[in-house]
Structures are given as C-alpha cells and as structure tokens.
C-alpha cells in the first residue's frame, strides 16, 4: 500500500483552483459593477454639446414633469421638433417611494431628478419655464402661463403658440366632493383645512413636521391622557398603495426608532387607516388582501374598511362605518395627525380646458382621449396620466407607458413627414430624368421609399401593459401581485420586499438617484432613523419677521 496517497492533495489542489477562480469572478464582478457605475456617473455629470434649437420646425409644447411628461421627454427625438417644456416644478418626482419621505426612511432630494438634467442630455435644446399653465386655447393653439414662484421678473405671464401640445399637468388630491355634474369640487368639510396630504415634496415636508410636533407635544409637561391619547393618534385616510405604505412606513418608524429614544411612547402611539370599500389594496388579490390586512393587525395598526368619512374637524373625523349585520354607525375618531391619500380630482386648467369643448361635456376624472391619446374635441392636443380620462386607471404605469408611446408616435410622424418629402422629390427627378439606367435606380430607391413610409404610416392605438402591483406593508414585508408569463404571480414576505425594492431601483430615472436611494436605506439600517422635528424654513422666516 502506498504510504503517501495523491488523491487528498489532488482534491485540495482542485479546491483551491475552483477558489481562485471564484474569488476571480467576483473581483472581475465588482470590478465591472465599479467601473459601469463610474461611466454612469461620468456620463450623467458630463453631458455632450448640443445642437440650437431649430424655430422653423413645429412647436411641441409639454406641459408638467410628471410619469407621462418625462417618459416622452426621454424618448423623444428632439432633433425633429421645437420643444418647450413648461412645469411649476423644475423636477421629476419619483412617487412611489415618496411614502418613505416623511418619516426619513428616505431623503426628499433621493427621489427628485431635476428635468434640467433630463433636458440636457437630449441631442438638441429644449427650452424649459418654471411656470404654470393657466390657460390652454385651442382654437388660437397657445397656452398662458405664469410664474408663480416668489421671485418675478419683469414679465410674470405669457403666452407659448405650439403646433402640437401635450398636457401632462397630473391632478389635485381629491376630497369627494361633487357637482351637479359630477366632478369632483367642494369636499368633505374640512378636509383642506385639516388634513396632510401626500402627494408632492412639499406635502411630506409639512407632514414630518405635523408627526414630530404631535410627538413632542404630547410629551408636553402636564398633558393629560386624553390629550396624549389623541395627539399620538394618526390616522390615515385611503386604503390604496399610497395610504398602506405610508401607515406601514409610520409604524416601523414608531417601533424602530420612536420607541427606543422616546421609551415614554410605548403603548400609546397609534396608526388608524380608514377605508371606504370593503378592504385595502382593492387592486391585489384576494389572497395578498387578506396577507396585509393580517399583518397590519400583527403590527398593531387599527384597519377600518367599510368606513366612509364625512366630516373632518380639527381634532376628530367624524365616519359613518358598515357594521358586519350591514347596519350603519355614526363614529367619531380623534387624531393628532390626519393623512388624506384618497386619489385625484382635477386641476382648474383641466377643467377650464373641459369646458371650451362641447366632446367633453360627458368626461368626470380628466379630458376624455380617443385610442391614440388626442384630446376629443382637438386637433394637435395629446393628454397623459391623471389628466387624461381613459379606459385605464390613472398609475404612474399607465402614465409611463403612455409617454413612451407619445415619444414612438411623434418620432414617426416627422420620419413619415421627411420620406414624404423625399419621395416627391425622387418623383421630380425621375420625372425630369431621360437616362433608363437612372430612371431604373430612381424607381428602386422610390420602392424602398415607399416600404419605408408604409412602416412608419402604420401607427397602432396605446394599448397598456400591466407590468403587476407593488406595495410595502410594514416590517420588512412587501406583497407583489405580478404579471408574468400571460398571468399573475402572487408574492408576499420578506423576499417580496427585496423583490420591491430591486424593482424601484430598476424604475429610478438616473444612477444618481439609484446611488441615493441605495445609501438611504443603508444609512437606516446602520442609524435608524433621525426623530428630529422637521422646521419648515417659510413658516420660521414669516415668524421671525413678525417677531422683528
């Protein structure tokens, strides 16, 4: 027998090959990710010249930096068109991860990409007015506009002449009031007066401040217990994605964060979320209802479905509930904090727009579009996201999609416009031509022409893919209803969360906002939380002039 056996050191000499070349592959990976993400970087910070704009080629005025503005925008060659951009807000705002904002999971720069940088990476200019459109007339086809901000120049209104004009202006947050006609106006009562919103940077600024100044003051020295009970009492009104996440978010940021620096909370601090349809999340399925329902009760979060708010005061929102033996009960909620994320009502220049056209008399959410996106009623006019009233919901999905097809749509109108041209002038010079062999390659090349402008004159309607549903519900836990493979595949848990927040990622416009958002939630898990009280910056200086 062979006292020194090769075997063992041929297998440990194998696994130490199989190592290197692991370790090899993952230095090569990280090496490959460092060096993508620094291009990424580089090219973001570094936009190439670009072209003047050219004024003799037709006008495209877009109106918002919204889902369906900056889809089109960053698929859009503006090489072929005169493009202006007009929007009261001078970036695009990621929203879903907006309900992170307030409670500091995520930072509001994270999730806002100034349009300038969109806009400067196009190949040739585009103007951009920090303005806000008052007025659309599209019979004389310009739009008025005026800048609202707090500084003006000399001149603070004009008019923008367009040739072709799309409207992406979003909608207000709705408060279920109605007309004779059934568009959404007056409210329930208080709603404006009271509750926080949450729908721009803004809103979550004013709401982080209204949570920490609920907190503090409830800890106010000789508060009494119902008082205490009260001001830590927030109550979310709207059982959609927005309203779900949010109460989610404001849950861990209580039983993470609050909890450990402020002991004196525990047990007192609530989140309520209420709902007037029969359950949350009404686009999920059955199943993944039933997951985040239970886990908001695990988590301790007070869920009443079946209740319908009808007045809201300063203190207290007064709801009418369906009990289980269908009977109706009048109930009064006290709150600290009231968030109000029920869905979209339309903007006055929506409406004033709705009003000049007799096509839609009949339109409730927005201005009525055919199959391709035209306004009823117009010519030239296209309408996207919440501002528009299609055979889809209004999520940034569909807005994203409908951009992007805009974008396709515009794109093969001018080539269509420029084959046309070239075709007429093939035609003269065949016309013109007496030699057979240039008559012959004139006729070869007008066939191409002529196949060519068939591709590009076949232009097929908007038709909507739904990519699947996302929502975060609490402790690391997310449910993600997923269309695949020509179905849907249901998701819930701590993997779904990973899945949620890979696929955000995906969807965040530049690698800067990627690498933000990516330091954010790692600044989290290592910190936790910041519990300082948000001052808004206007409201101190206004205090502060006062005081003067």
Not at 53 to 68: E, F, N, R, Y
Not at 292 to 312: A, G, L
């Amino acid at each position: 027998m062979d006292p020194f056996p090769t075997e063992p050191v041929q297998t440990k000499k194998s696994g130490i090959r199989w190592g290197r070349l692991l370790l090899g592959s993952i230095l090569l990976s990280v090496t490959g990710g460092v060096v993508y993400l620094s291009y990424g970087i580089y090219e973001q910070r570094n936009p190439n010249e670009q072209a003047p704009a050219d004024p003799t080629k037709k006008t495209l005025v877009i109106l918002g930096s919204g889902w369906g503005s900056v889809s089109l925008l960053k698929k859009l060659d503006t090489e072929n068109y005169n493009v202006i951009v007009v929007s009261p807000r001078n970036y695009f705002l990621f929203t879903p991860l907006l309900p992170s904002c307030p409670t500091g999971t995520i930072e509001h720069r994270s999730i806002m990409e100034p349009i300038r940088h969109i806009l400067r990476h196009k190949k040739t200019e585009v103007k951009y007015y920090e303005a806000e459109a008052t007025e659309i007339d599209h019979e004389k086809r310009v739009v008025k506009v005026s800048d609202l901000s707090d500084i003006k120049g000399d001149v603070h209104s004009t008019e923008i002449p367009f040739d072709y004009l799309v409207v992406g202006v979003g909608a207000e947050s709705a408060t279920f009031g109605k007309t004779d006609c059934g568009v959404m106006f007056a409210g329930i009562p208080g709603v404006k007066e009271h509750a926080c919103f949450l729908k721009e940077i803004q809103d979550s600024q004013k709401l982080r401040k209204n949570v920490m100044d609920c907190i503090e003051t409830a800890l106010f020295k000789e508060q009494s217990p119902e008082e205490v009970e009260r001001l830590l009492s927030m109550v979310v009104v709207g059982g959609g994605p927005t309203g779900v996440e949010f109460a989610a978010e404001l849950q861990d940021f209580f039983e993470n964060d609050l909890k450990k620096w402020m002991p004196e909370l525990a047990d007192k601090f609530k989140v309520t979320l209420v709902e007037a349809l029969p359950n949350v999340l009404p686009m999920f399925s059955k199943a993944l209802i039933d997951y985040t329902e239970k886990s908001f009760r695990d988590e301790k979060i007070d869920v009443r479905t079946k209740t319908m708010v009808k007045n809201v005061g300063d203190k207290y929102i007064d709801v009418e509930a369906i009990l289980p033996d269908g009977s109706k009960e009048k109930q009064r909620i006290p709150y600290g904090c009231l968030v109000w994320a029920t869905g979209n009502a339309i903007r006055p220049v929506i409406r004033n727009l709705m009003n000049k056209i007799p096509e839609q008399k009949t339109a409730r959410r927005g201005l009525a579009v055919n199959d391709y996106l035209v306004v009823d009623g117009t010519e030239g006019i296209w309408a996207v996201g919440d501002c528009a009233q299609s055979k889809y919901a209004p999520t940034a999905q569909v807005a994203s999609q409908q951009g992007a097809y805009l974008a396709r749509l515009f794109n093969s109108m001018e080539r269509k416009e420029i084959i046309e041209s070239e075709i007429e002038q093939l035609k003269e010079l065949e016309a013109s031509s007496s030699a057979a062999d240039d008559k012959t390659a004139l006729q070869k090349t007008l066939a191409k022409k002529d196949r060519e402008l068939k591709k590009f004159a076949k232009i097929s309607s908007f038709e909507y893919t739904h990519q699947g549903s996302l929502a975060y519900i609490g402790m690391d836990r997310a449910v993600a209803d997923v269309s695949l493979w020509g179905g849907n595949v249901a998701s819930a848990g701590g993997l779904t969360f990973l899945f949620w927040r890979s696929a955000y990622l995906s969807m965040v416009f530049s690698t800067r906002n990627r690498v933000l958002v990516i330091m954010d939630w790692l600044k989290v898990k290592v910190f936790g939380r910041d519990v300082s009280r948000f001052v808004l910056l206007v409201p101190l200086m206004t205090r502060m002039v006062t005081n003067i």
